[in-house]
């Protein structure tokens, strides 16, 4: 168990749809990365929150969104979605933005989307 | 913007023998962390090593070591005396130690999956 939770870790729901992720970060940990990894390719980095900011934005699409909520806890609100949403979402934490302690994420089990 | 990649997509090793995975990065920053991560049939993400470029030392931890050559750009890794249990999709990842938006995220290359032959 690395820490990180992540609910749920299967969701089928068909094209259209909206959905929503959820993580909560390790104990201590206030930085939340969210990462997407469709089938055999590697994790892209979707969005970074750090201390309920949105600290840094990668390559999401504008049908998704993302927060942090006071509790550290975070969620990931895909909607409209699409056949090619389909993937293994992950989250992952770190104690904070820099330092030697704060360079080392985290990673939750993965909340694994199908779209139908 | 830096990139990692990985240019073996798969690579297999015989039980108790030794593989080296290829990785390398662009930035043009100096300082900055390089991590291998381990990706079992599980999908969980495991961090196996990490290494912070203003160190000369490569980092070693049990059977994983590391060749980082930072004027090269090259960051591999050595798995020594593979077991059964080292089978799985390993992820080369960069991180800039900058503070700020840039600073925080991991890229990631797109990964060699390893095959470990009993």
């Known amino acids: 168990d690395s820490g990180v939770t992540q609910t749920p870790k299967h969701l089928i729901t068909a094209t259209g749809q909206r959905v929503t992720l959820r993580c909560s970060p390790r104990?201590?940990?206030?930085?939340v990365y969210w990462y997407q990894q469709s089938l055999d390719q590697g994790l892209q980095f979707l969005i970074q929150?750090?201390?309920?900011?949105?600290?840094a934005k990668g390559n999401i699409l504008e049908r998704f969104s993302a927060q942090q909520f006071p509790d550290l806890h975070s969620e990931l609100n895909l909607s409209s979605l699409e056949l090619g949403d389909s993937a293994l979402y992950f989250c992952a934490s770190s104690p904070g933005l820099a330092g030697k302690g704060a360079n080392v994420l985290t990673f939750g089990a993965g909340s694994r989307l199908t779209v139908l | 913007a830096q990139t990692v990649t990985q240019s073996q997509p798969e690579m297999s090793v015989q039980e108790a023998e030794t593989v080296t995975l290829s990785c390398t990065y662009d930035t043009s920053e100096s300082d900055y962390y390089l991590f291998w991560y381990k990706q079992p049939p599980s999908r969980q993400m495991i961090l196996v090593i990490r290494?912070?470029?203003?160190?000369?030392q490569n980092a070693t931890e049990n059977r994983f070591s590391v060749n980082f050559q930072k004027a090269a750009k090259s960051f591999s890794l050595k798995i020594s005396d593979s077991q059964l249990g080292d089978a799985a999709m390993y992820f080369c990842?960069?991180?800039?130690?900058?503070?700020?938006?840039?600073?925080?995220?991991?890229?990631f290359g797109g990964g060699t999956r390893v095959l470990v032959k009993p």
């Open positions: 990842a960069y991180r800039s130690a900058k503070v700020g938006a840039a600073g925080n995220k991991l890229t």
């Open positions: 104990s201590g940990d206030l930085s």
């Open positions: 290494q912070e470029a203003y160190k000369q």
């Open positions: 929150y750090y201390n309920g900011e949105e600290r």
